[in-house]
């Protein structure tokens, strides 16, 4: 583990090519997605869901819906793409009741939360509930990112994707569950170039 946090951060780089002999083990991919799934959600709804793709097979099934991105799919141990699950309303009672169980709240203030979070979520708009479970999966796609180097992982964020096809082609509800975000991870096999970055003065005002 690389507990270095200034390396973790300012030396990750989008890395394209990676180590494709190597798979990265079950019980580790599953501690890469709890490690990820301590980023922040909207009123912890946690609307992220994953789809893990390692295999052939699935390999295959992606390669025609990710464009330009061959190379990430081809060699990465996994393509893990991330959905927003617009439903995900459907677990606020699990969630705040476990929240209970933890001794985190009462069951009064749980239910406050409920009838809170239920009203405002089942009536929002389809482009709002989309906004929300975008921002929320976003975060925890970036915490994937940093997770996955703290792992000795590199990863590469993929936008370039079938967005309207790969639901339905992985078995999902594509009305449910939008794609947000794919991330190639893996062992790193090339040096990633370097990136430049704005000044912070040019993508700031101070009021
Ligand atoms: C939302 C998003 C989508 C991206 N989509 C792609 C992609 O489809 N293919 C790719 O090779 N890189 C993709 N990237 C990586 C960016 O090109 C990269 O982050 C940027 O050029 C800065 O380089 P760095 O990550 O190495 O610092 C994406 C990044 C983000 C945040």
């Known amino acids: ?6 390396d973790i951060v300012f030396n990750r780089r989008s890395v394209r090519v990676f180590d494709e002999n190597y798979k990265i083990p079950r019980d580790e991919m599953l501690q890469i997605i709890k490690e990820t799934t301590e980023a922040p959600s909207s009123v912890n709804l946690q609307p992220w869901r994953f789809v893990v793709v390692e295999s052939q097979e699935g390999k295959d099934k992606l390669r025609p819906l990710i464009e330009f991105n061959i190379s990430q799919n081809d060699t990465s141990s996994a393509m893990i793409i991330i959905f927003g699950d617009m439903k995900c309303y459907e677990k606020t009672e699990e969630i705040y009741g476990r929240a209970v169980e933890k001794g985190l709240m009462t ?3 749980k239910k406050k939360m409920v009838d809170l979070i239920m009203p405002a979520y089942t009536g929002a708009t389809r482009q709002k509930m989309n906004d ?3 921002i929320d999966s976003s975060l925890a796609a970036m915490q994937m990112q940093l997770v996955a180097r703290a792992h000795g992982y590199e990863t590469c964020l993929i936008g370039g994707f079938e967005e309207d096809v790969i639901a339905e082609e992985f078995g999902l509800d594509k009305e449910r569950y939008v794609p947000v975000t794919i991330v190639a991870i893996g062992k790193g096999n090339e040096d990633a170039s370097d990136s430049v970055r704005l000044e912070p003065e040019e993508v700031t005002r101070f009021e």
């Open 1 to 6: 583990m690389n507990n270095d946090f200034k």
């Open 107 to 109: 069951e009064e203030e």
């Open 132 to 134: 929300i479970v975008k």
